[in-house]
């Protein structure tokens, strides 16, 4: 983190609290929308996509009740052309992180705003970051266009939210706050808000995960993920993000668990360059921090192995090879060798362990 920033607060309007699901009908009208597209995904949407489709009435122009993981490009082009037929004029999206990403693919394409009612700790609501996979990759991007005009988190949504979704969706939170300290653009706005977003998961994803009916749980952790997103909406992404992406996009590894399972091994592969971000992560998770977010995952039953959610063997070398070309630049990442082995270890399970080899050439 540098002590010369530039902070550009982005524009956002965030409503917070039990019941608030009630409120989207009267964003819909603060934006003047009068046929507006909802977008659904996963199983936590059903009742609430109707309690919205019922407050919306006539100004529900189309309905795509389930969205996919990643965006894939057919689905996101189809739902786009949803959209334009319809003539809708917004979109609302009800879901986790796959119902955001497919409404901001639609919003991109179709100059409409966006509000997004987020039922899982995905963060992604608060960010301007879209992205599609297409031909086995996932291509990401950054546009202002895409940053929802409103959120609205509602903790009652949450309740009831299987243990092991709450905690993978945690840990791909906990991963936003986490580079959010690490990467050379980090200042002392977001890193304060990466620090705190950190403790609202560390101390509501137990509570969440042993008692999916705690609602003061899920509102501590629906914090946490707001403001994961936040800063990592100022910061941009890093060598987490890039393995993941490219992971999940070639492999169709399941987004959350894959972020769970790769973040412990990404801090011990920066943590010698980002000595500063190291002791802050130490600080707030309590102990040495690739080690301690791996207790984590493994405490919440998580998996903890790439090769545990369908990443073949034989893939690695290409994965190393994809996230090796997309951080050519990047100066926490010491080379195609650390990230092979980087990988080798998430693909085990492997407890994580820094690494101090000098940068290859």
Known sequence: ??????????????????????????????????????????????????????????????????????????????AVERGRGAAIDAVVSVGGGSATGLGKAVVLELGVPLIAVPTTYAGSEMTPIHGRTRDGRKETGRDPRVLPRAVVYDPELCLGMPARLAGASGMNALAHCAEALWVTTANPVTSALASEGIRCLVAGLPRVVSDPQDVDGHAECLAGACMAGTALAQVGTGVHHRTCHVLGGGWNLPHAETHGIVLPHAVALVSPRAPQAMERLAEVLGGEPATALFELASSMALPTALVDVGMPGDALDEAADRVAVASEHDPLVDGRNQLRAMLEDAFRGSRPAPRHAARER
């Open 1 to 78: 983190m540098t002590a010369s920033f530039t902070w550009e607060a982005l524009p956002a309007r965030v409503l917070c609290g039990r019941g608030y699901l009630d409120r989207v009908g009267d964003e819909v009208e603060r934006l003047g929308a009068r046929r507006v597209l909802l977008v659904g995904g996963g199983a936590a949407t059903g009742a609430p996509l109707q309690r919205v489709r019922s407050q919306l009435g006539d100004r529900v122009a189309e309905v795509i009740p389930d969205s996919a993981q990643h965006v894939p490009e057919v689905i996101a082009g189809q």
